[in-house]
């Protein structure tokens, strides 16, 4: 591990929720290759493939959206919105990889010139890249859904893991930043799911 990649782990895991910048934020990390990690926050609408090569850091949104089972007019359409969102979108670039063409946000950063300030307007660019891929594509509920989903699957596995009432509404308010109303809610509709009662 060189000095960029344990800078850039440092920035990702030592924040503070409620920061003002994306970067200095507590993400979680998971290294799942060499020189590769995902990291994940509940507040940011995205899960973050982070890998460091020779030379560069690269920044990759992964999504849930395939282009190798559409129709040519569909593939079509979904290339001409993607291209005239990276005309438009400073430092970011959609890409598609793979066999079954998934579609990515992309950015790469140079090594040399990297510092924490350019990280998190990267960071930032990426989040804004997502609404506007959202935006363009259409997929506005899917994509909402697709949040509420991964919020849900944070909360069971805290469930499963012992976590009190408490400890789940402070979860749901501090790092997914809801109110104590919704926190409430949606923690009772999860736990009634699951067949629990909400503690006393």
Do not use: C
């Amino acid at each position: 591990m060189d000095a960029v990649e344990a800078n850039v782990l440092q920035w990702l895991t030592s924040g503070e929720e409620g920061a003002a910048d994306i970067v200095d934020l507590p993400w979680s990390v998971e290294e799942i290759d060499m020189g590769v990690y995902m990291a994940e926050h509940p507040s940011v609408p995205m899960k973050l493939m982070v890998k460091f090569t020779e030379g560069f850091v690269h920044l990759i949104v992964p999504t849930t959206i395939y282009t190798g089972a559409m129709t040519e007019e569909e593939k079509l359409a979904i290339y001409q919105a993607l291209l005239e969102l990276n005309e438009v979108i400073y430092m970011m670039k959609f890409t598609i990889a793979g066999p079954e063409g998934q579609i990515r946000l992309r950015i790469d950063l140079d090594k040399e010139t990297l510092g924490k300030e350019e990280f998190n307007d990267a960071l930032t660019t990426l989040v804004i890249g997502v609404f506007a891929g959202v935006s363009a594509l259409g997929i506005e509920k899917e994509f909402l859904d697709k949040i509420m989903a991964r919020i849900v699957e944070m909360l069971v596995d805290r469930i499963e893991k012992g976590a009190s009432d408490e400890e789940l509404t402070e979860f749901l308010k501090e790092r997914v930043g809801m109110d104590e109303i919704s926190a409430k809610v949606l923690l009772d509709a999860v736990l009634a799911s699951l067949g629990m009662e909400p503690e006393e």
